[in-house]
């Protein structure tokens, strides 16, 4: 294993400063869930030199009995001290890149996924920079410890008064930015109990690190204030439900200039921009398992509730599933597009992954997207039934997945196939349970 010497100086000297004790290798499953070895700091030097192996026929999606022997293999740029657990025992993380015993990097990593398509978009001469909004619910555990949806406040979209979580997002806040994750902006969301927390724009693939970091420093930072952080897409019936709205461009690799960006153009776009915005058009129905993967993602996905419905772009239009925000003057160099769908259950390597993949193969094939849908599409019916429509349950988006070649190359076989097997059994379960709905709407007539 080849690392930068600087690099890793550089960590040792953040290991003797701070006194670390024990090191979290951690790594994400098919299905986003993050997971980790720890090993004491006397460890540490070899894991660099020669990685550490694991099992990894027991991870989701990962490899069969047959094929388990696998290591991981830390990215010391991503190496922090864990803020929360500074106290006692010091606890660094790093995140790793999984590898064969071959030493070929795993083709069921999905960091791999993204890198492997982020080498796709540098052949073509770009680079990929996004910036996730990840919504987030705070609740209140129950009796019994177990989390309920009972709010922890009754605020609604940047309240301050009746914020009651004002304290708790500034230590998650302190939280990220000590693990050198800078943030933008912090706020209360639409819904009772609902928030939002934006981090800074940049690399694919480090922000794409950012949001799986920032969905563990969120929920220990809630735990510490006696609350639950969740990122369950819908978890109360009639509010909003929460969105990784992802902003997102393409930069020249040579130069650093923002490909999207052209003052004559459309809404301040380039061809490149709109060509982008066709294939990720064109690739909505078959990357929506990927970018809203939970049963619960599609009870989101309903009109009413700002979650995009219809395959649309706009500038205004928040209904649109891909809206063109809007540039100070004097900065195109911040010309980006928003798509609205993902939400924060998804896996975001996988979710950029083919998201990149849609909008590449939008300029390959030199697409050019609809015209724009600036009416509110909730109220006129998605301009009277001449937009698609993204799908309305986990199922259907698995079928439109099976459908789409490019978002399953982006996957890459393996993922895809042990995605599919994963998503099936989740819709299975779904189909045979039986909802509190059906018990409180047919028990007593039937």
């Not at 951690?26 to 660099?48: C, H, L, M, R, Y």
């Not at 724009?201 to 949001?211: C, M, S």
Request: glycine share 8%; charged share 20%; aromatic share 8%.
């Amino acid at each position: 294993m080849q690392n930068d010497p600087s690099e890793v100086e550089r960590v040792q000297e953040v290991i003797s400063r701070a006194g670390v004790q024990f090191i979290n290798l951690q790594f994400t499953d098919i299905v986003g869930s993050v997971k980790q070895v720890t090993i004491p700091v006397s460890e540490w030097n070899t894991a660099v030199r020669y990685g550490v192996w694991f099992d990894g026929s027991s991870i989701e999606g990962f490899a069969r009995i047959a094929e388990s022997d696998m290591y991981l293999a830390p990215d010391l740029n991503t190496f922090a001290v864990i803020p929360w657990e500074a106290e006692g025992l010091v606890t660094a993380r790093c995140i790793c890149d999984v590898y064969t015993p071959q030493g070929d990097p795993f083709a069921g990593d999905p960091r791999h996924a993204l890198r492997r398509v982020l080498a796709e978009a540098e052949e073509m001469g770009f680079t990929y920079h996004t910036g996730p909004e990840l919504e987030f619910f705070l609740f209140r555990p129950g009796p019994d410890g177990l989390p309920t949806t009972t709010p922890h406040d009754f605020a609604g979209y940047f309240d301050v008064s009746t914020d009651m979580a004002h304290k708790v997002r500034r230590q998650m806040v302190e939280a990220l930015q000590a693990l050198g994750i800078a943030v933008e902006a912090a706020h209360h969301e639409v819904a009772v109990g609902q928030h939002e927390i934006d981090i800074r724009y940049g690399p694919a693939l480090q922000t794409a690190d950012n949001a799986v970091t920032l969905r563990i420093a969120l929920k220990a930072i809630a735990q510490r204030n006696g609350l639950y952080c969740t990122f369950m897409p819908k978890p109360v019936a009639g509010i909003n439900g929460s969105g990784m709205h992802t902003h997102q461009s393409l930069a020249y690799k040579d130069t650093g200039e923002n490909a999207f960006a052209d003052s004559d153009g459309e809404y301040g776009l380039s061809s490149i921009a709109r060509q982008f915005i066709a294939g990720q058009l064109a690739h909505a129905r078959g990357m929506s398992a990927v970018i809203a993967p939970l049963v619960n993602s599609y009870k989101r996905l309903v009109p009413g509730y700002e979650a995009p419905v219809y395959i649309s772009w706009a500038r205004i239009n928040r209904s649109a599933l891909i809206r063109i925000p809007r540039t100070s003057p004097g900065r195109s160099e911040s010309t980006r597009i928003e798509l609205r769908c993902p939400d924060p259950s998804a896996n975001p390597y996988l979710a950029f992954a083919v998201m990149l993949a849609a909008g590449l193969d939008g300029i390959r094939k030199e697409m050019e997207p609809p015209p724009p849908a600036e009416e509110n599409l909730y109220e006129i019916g998605g301009s009277r039934g001449r937009l698609q429509m993204m799908p309305s349950s986990l199922g259907e988006a698995l079928a439109e997945l099976e459908k789409d070649e490019v978002i399953q190359a982006a996957l890459g076989h393996h993922i895809f196939e042990r995605f599919m097997e994963a998503k099936r059994i989740e819709c299975d379960e779904y189909r045979l349970s039986v909802s509190q709905w059906e018990l409180d709407r047919y028990l007593p007539i039937y």
